[in-house]
DNA sequence: CAGATTATTATGTATGCACATAAAAACATC
DNA sequence: GATGTTTTTATGTGCATACATAATAATCTG
C-alpha cells in the first residue's frame, strides 16, 4: 500500500477535492482532523490547515472549532464578480468605448436619495448623467449622485471627458459599499437615450459606497437589453 | 514615539487597510517589503505575509515576486454573490416557502441546449419546470435540462416534492460551472405563471455546471418583478 | 435533575527557521 | 551593444512548536 504524500498545501487541497468529488466524503460528513490528515498525508498540520481554510473560504466546507471539519451540506454557490470600470470592460472586448455627459447639476436630492446617502433632506449633491457607448452605440446610463461634501474636488471636475465613474474610483477612496443587482423595465425616457423599445429588460447595477461612515456616492447603471455579467463558479 | 505593536494578522491588515485609505499608500505606490514592515509592526514575517496575501487575494494589493508589492492602481471592486438553494432563499427571510412541479419529460433538447451541454443533437435529456413560491406567491420558474447519462439517479426522480435545484446539489457533484446574469422580458406563457404583466423586467440566472468534461445541468431560473441580489462590496 | 463549572478537543494563529521560486538587476561574453 | 548567464532579492511556502479560543462534553453542585 503506497500512500502518496502530499507535500505542498494545493496538492493536498486537490486531494480533498477529489475526496469530496468522488463522495468518498458526502456532504454532510464529518472529515477527519487535521492532525489525522497531516499524518496520513505526511506532512504538517500548518499545511492541511491552509488547504482546508482555502476551501472553507470557498464555501465548500464548513469549519468550526471543536466540532470539527464537515463537506458544506449545501454548498454555497460563490459567484465572484468583477465590476470594472465600464470604460475597461468595453475596450476589454475591442470595442471603442466613448462617453456623453448629459447633465451635471447640484441639487437637493429625492428623499429616497438622501436617506439612503444619510444626508440631511436639504443638503443638494451633485448629480451626474452620463451615457456610456460601445462602438457608438448606447451601452450603459449612469444616474448618479455625489456626496461633494465628503469628495469636494468633484465640484471642480466638469465630467465632461472623463465618467464619474471612473473619475471617483481614482480620487475617492471608501471604505465599503453595497452593490444591489436587478432587471428594470425601461421608462420611456430611459428607452429614448438607450435606443431600445419602451419597457425593455434592463439590466441594472444600484452601487452605494460609504468612507467610514459618510456616503460618498450613490449611482445606478441601467445597461442596454441583452447585457450579461458572467462568472465561472 | 510610541509604535504600537501589531501581534495578530488582522490589525496588521487592518493598519495596512488605514494607509491606503489614508492616502499614506497611494494607488500604483509599492509598499514596503514584508521584512521592513515586519519589524515595524514588531511581528514575524509570516503575519504580514498573511496580512498582505488576504489583501491580495481580495483585489487591493497586487503583489509580485521580486518586483514587490503595491497598491492596486484600479482596485477591481469583487463583488461576492452567494448563490444560495431558492428555498433557503426564501426561509431565511422568514417566508413560507412551496413548490409546484408543471413538467417533468425526457425529449430531444433544442440544438441551442444540446451545443451549450456538449451533448449529441439527438440525444434526449430530461426536462424539468418549476415553480418555486413564497408566501404562496409566484417567486421564481425554473427551466432546466438533466443530462442523465451523467447523473442516471435522477430518472429515477419525481421532482414532485423536492425541486431539481436542490436535488441536484445534494446528489449531483460538480467541478466547476459558469453563471450568467441578465434581465429577460416576460413571455406571454412566463407572465401568466409568474402572475405578472407581459413584458415585465425579469431577473434571470443562467447556470450551466460540469463533472469533469461533461455537462450536469443546465438551467435558466427566471425571478419575478422586483427581485434583487445584493451584496456588500 | 436543572443549572453552573470545569475539562477536553479541534481549529486558529503567532513565531523562527529553512528553503523554493520568480523576476529584476548586475555581470559577462561574443 | 545585443545576448546569454549569474547574482540578488522579495515573495511563497513548509515545518515544528507553542499557545489562544470556541464549543462541546463531562463533571460537579444545589
Not at 499524518?39 to 470557498?58: H, I, K, M, P, Q
Request: aromatic fraction near 6%.
Amino acid at each position: 500500500m503506497n500512500t502518496p504524500t502530499f507535500r505542498n498545501w494545493q496538492s493536498v487541497q486537490s486531494e480533498v477535492l477529489r475526496r469530496i468529488h468522488a463522495r468518498e466524503w458526502k456532504p454532510g460528513d464529518f472529515i477527519p482532523n487535521e492532525t489525522d490528515l497531516a499524518l496520513e498525508f505526511g506532512c504538517a498540520r500548518t499545511t492541511v490547515n491552509r488547504a482546508l481554510r482555502a476551501l472553507a473560504d470557498s464555501g465548500l466546507l464548513d469549519r468550526r472549532r471543536k466540532a470539527g471539519t464537515r463537506v458544506a451540506a449545501q454548498p454555497v454557490a460563490k459567484a465572484i464578480l468583477d465590476i470594472a470600470v465600464i470604460r475597461s470592460e468595453i475596450e476589454e472586448r475591442g470595442q471603442n468605448y466613448s462617453y456623453r455627459l448629459m447633465a451635471r447639476q447640484t441639487t437637493v436630492p429625492p428623499v429616497t436619495v438622501s436617506a439612503a446617502m444619510h444626508t440631511n433632506a436639504d443638503d443638494p449633491l451633485l448629480s451626474i448623467r452620463a451615457l456610456h457607448m460601445s462602438d457608438d452605440a448606447p451601452y450603459a446610463l449612469e444616474d448618479r449622485w455625489i456626496n461633494t461634501s465628503v469628495v469636494p474636488a468633484a465640484k471642480d471636475e466638469t465630467f465632461q471627458d472623463v465618467s464619474a465613474n471612473e473619475w471617483l474610483l481614482k480620487h475617492a477612496p471608501y471604505t465599503h459599499g453595497e452593490i444591489v443587482f436587478s432587471a428594470t423595465a425601461a421608462s420611456e425616457e430611459d428607452s429614448a437615450i438607450m435606443d431600445c423599445p419602451e419597457h425593455s429588460a434592463l439590466f441594472t447595477i444600484d452601487r452605494l459606497t460609504w468612507d467610514q461612515g459618510a456616503a460618498v456616492t450613490k449611482a445606478r447603471i441601467l445597461f442596454g437589453p441583452g447585457h450579461q455579467l458572467r462568472t465561472a463558479l
